[in-house]
């Protein structure tokens, strides 16, 4: 997570130490005790029977930054050093308002100048360490940022900006235990909250930075908008979308930030809302600056718009199409696919898409239509996958990894579709074409190949063949759950579990959930080694697809031929999530 847009505020934050001036001093208390309006209105009283007071105008100065309003803070600072230029508050204020502009040196020479005519003090050196940070020399500011915890070693902002070098080092551990120091001492710096949260995320203790995040906001009320983006930020990179919605929400009620609705419009586009994930992209080419805003932002919104929110783009289409497939509405991505057919006939995504579409509801023969017309036009497929690549931010290798992917990955949906229609032959055909660039395929489309050779050998009734295909597939890619599972159906095949007869596998979502309809068919008594085997391959494809019937359904068979405890409870799990059981099996279960 990003932690430097941090570091600007903490140049104006808490900087007022006893040698400063009583104007000074009142500007940091106004600031600390969230009083702004009532500052501005005190000094501003003050300009109304002096006003051609420099340092009064400086300190007003530092309250409209402290509140956001820099236009106005830099032109009051700006005027003060008019009336006064050896005004050392307000050589320190502009100093300050350079650097937070991103005028580094330029702050570093009115700051030493400002030195010069001053002896200085903690809050002094933590000021330069910044700037020195933000100019690259990390030996200065390491240094300054020592002498200032010389001074007061309990200066909570001297601390903050202490564990931020650590962090930005890489060292999280000792950024933690370095900020955990300054919560104690203050637990009410927002700064502090949302250092610590990075620090924790970084170690990969997703759990510790919600909790430190939540621990500011029990304190209430939030007046940082950016604590409730960390906390969707995190949420969306586990994948908690529901939750990541829910905070982002909360932070765009406070700021229209552009990350804010970037995050968002990320959000949205995974959980396949394409509409909410469109509407703010295009909010975001409204309002996006070039020279302003961040490049890479910029670039993405430009992509994402061509790449699925233009309704004159194939991907406009079949990303829609996507979305549904995804969502299990595959009569509607069916009519997202046609319509985008009609238009771009000769596209292969879209086409590929649409066998797909077919195989998950299992009309084999116009799936296969499909990826031969795919198959076709073969030649378009490269530049519409760098377009759709191209906004997911893929690039050098990945996109390779990508390209590389396309064409195999059509021939292994033609050698799916001829096994579940039961020739074998055209099956071990398009297997054959996939595997020939098998060297260059990512781990996980390799571990589905050898998983339909290792149930193109099932089918042929060759177990110790399927066997050892579906070990290969485990092996290049471990957390592919289809093979576990295989791997145990093989196992209760030897040890007579389920039949071998007549066996049939349909795929369902993405080829992720297979069923077998002879499951509960008894076979000969089981043989406990082998059946232990199986619950091992069974337990690991539960881990790896938790929602998935099957691996419940097959585990469910297993436990109740080991005699085990607990089958009852994998029988109704498999039951919520859609397998079919017979009413006799249910009620011995329940009886």
């Not at 001074?151 to 551990?173: C, E, H, T």
């Not at 406990?528 to 494809?541: G, T, W």
Request: proline content about 2%; hydrophobic content about 40%.
């Amino acid at each position: 997570m990003k932690v430097l847009h941090l570091l600007s505020a903490l140049l104006f934050a808490m900087t007022c130490h006893a040698q400063h001036s009583a104007n000074a001093l009142l500007v940091k208390e106004y600031i600390e005790g969230k009083n702004i309006d009532e500052g501005k209105s005190f000094f501003e009283a003050l300009l109304a029977d002096d006003p051609m007071n420099a340092e009064v105008n400086a300190c007003l100065g530092g309250l409209y930054n402290a509140e956001g309003n820099t236009l106005m803070a830099d032109s009051l600072i700006n005027y003060s050093l008019v009336l006064d230029s050896n005004c050392l508050e307000c050589i320190r204020r502009k100093s300050l308002m350079l650097s937070q502009a991103g005028s580094h040196r330029e702050a570093l020479r009115g700051y030493q100048n400002y030195l010069a005519q001053r002896k200085a003090i903690g809050s002094d050196y933590a000021n330069l360490a910044l700037i020195f940070n933000y100019l690259g020399d990390s030996k200065q500011a390491d240094e300054n940022i020592k002498a200032a915890l010389e001074i007061d070693p309990n200066d909570v902002r001297a601390i903050i900006i202490s564990g931020y070098f650590q962090l930005k080092k890489g060292y999280a551990a000792s950024a933690v235990s370095t900020l955990r120091r300054a919560e104690k001492l203050d637990s009410g710096n927002v700064r502090t909250i949302l250092f610590l949260s990075d620090a924790y995320y970084t170690l990969r203790r997703y759990d510790a930075a919600l909790n430190t995040l939540d621990r500011y906001i029990k304190k209430g009320p939030i007046e940082n908008s950016e604590v409730f983006y960390k906390k969707a930020y995190i949420h969306f990179e586990l994948d908690s979308l529901d939750l990541a919605e829910k905070h982002i929400n909360l932070a765009l009620e406070s700021d229209s930030l552009v990350n804010y609705y970037y995050l968002r419009s990320s959000i949205r586009y995974s959980q396949e809302d394409m509409e909410g994930s469109c509407e703010d992209f295009i909010y975001l080419s409204t309002i996006l600056k070039e020279g302003e805003d961040d490049p890479s932002i910029i670039e993405q919104v430009q992509l994402s718009l061509k790449a699925f929110c233009d309704p004159e783009a194939a991907g406009y289409y079949y990303q829609r199409g996507v979305a549904n497939y995804n969502l299990k509405n595959f009569r509607k991505a069916l009519s997202w696919y046609r319509k985008g057919e009609v238009l771009f006939p000769e596209n292969p995504i879209i086409l590929s898409f649409k066998g797909n579409t077919y195989m998950a509801i299992e009309e084999y023969d116009s799936a296969i239509s499909y990826y031969h017309k795919a198959l076709d036009f073969q030649e378009a497929f490269e530049s519409e996958a760098i377009l759709s690549a191209g906004f997911r931010g893929l690039a050098g290798e990945d996109l390779e990894s990508v390209l590389n992917s396309i064409l195999p990955s059509v021939n292994a949906s033609l050698a799916e579709c001829y096994l579940f229609k039961g020739n074998l032959i055209e099956c071990e055909k398009y297997l054959d074409l996939a595997m020939k660039s098998i060297w260059q395929l990512p781990p996980p489309i390799v571990a589905h190949l050898h998983t339909i050779s290792g149930l193109l050998s099932l089918s042929k009734g060759d177990l110790s063949q399927a066997e050892y295909q579906l070990n290969k597939a485990t092996i290049h890619f471990p957390e592919h759950a289809m093979a576990y599972y295989y791997l145990a159906v093989t196992k209760c095949i030897q040890a007579g579990t389920v039949s071998g007869k007549g066996f049939s596998m349909r795929f369902r979502n993405k080829g992720m959930n297979l069923r077998i309809p002879n499951i509960s068919e008894r076979g000969s008594s089981g043989q406990e080694f082998i059946l232990r085997q199986a619950m091992i391959n069974v337990d690991k494809a539960i881990l790896y697809a938790p929602n998935d019937a099957l691996g419940y359904a097959l585990r469910a068979v297993i436990k109740r031929d080991l005699k085990q405890e607990g089958y009852c409870y994998d029988m109704l799990k498999s039951r919520e999530l859609g397998f079919e059981w017979s009413s006799e099996e249910i009620s011995a279960c329940l009886n």
